[in-house]
Nanobody
């Protein structure tokens, strides 16, 4: 099984910054990509940013230029640096990934955790 633990959320004023962390552990043979998602109240979960094993990154247009996804392979941790935060960024943020777990490719490979709440006040 794969465990995902998100942290780093909080309450911040518009224009502020936060850095989220996602620690990955478990029976993972290889990780192809890691993704941050978010879910605002009353809305569906949406993909925010992805980073591949090679370091390529993609972002949803609404966060491009403000958010940066990165990873520390040695620590099996992925980060999301969020700058110039806006009230519309308010959501619970989750991470998940794709890769080989116990010999089987899985996407996503982890159970959805509690996430970390980000609240941006205007």
């Amino acid at each position: 099984q794969v465990q995902l633990v998100e942290s780093g959320g909080g309450l911040v004023q518009a224009g502020g910054s936060l850095r989220l962390s996602c620690a990955v552990s478990g029976s993972i043979f290889s990780i192809n990509a890691m993704t941050w998602y978010r879910q605002a109240p009353g809305k569906q979960r949406e993909l925010v940013a992805t980073i591949t094993s090679g370091g390529s990154t993609t972002y949803v247009p609404s966060v491009k230029g403000r958010f940066t996804i990165s990873r520390d392979n040695a620590k099996n941790t992925v980060y999301l640096q969020m700058n110039s935060l806006k009230p519309e960024d308010t959501a619970v943020y989750y991470c998940n990934g794709e890769g080989v777990v116990r010999g089987v490719f899985r996407k996503p490979f982890g159970s959805w955790g509690q996430g970390t709440q980000v609240t941006v006040s205007s």
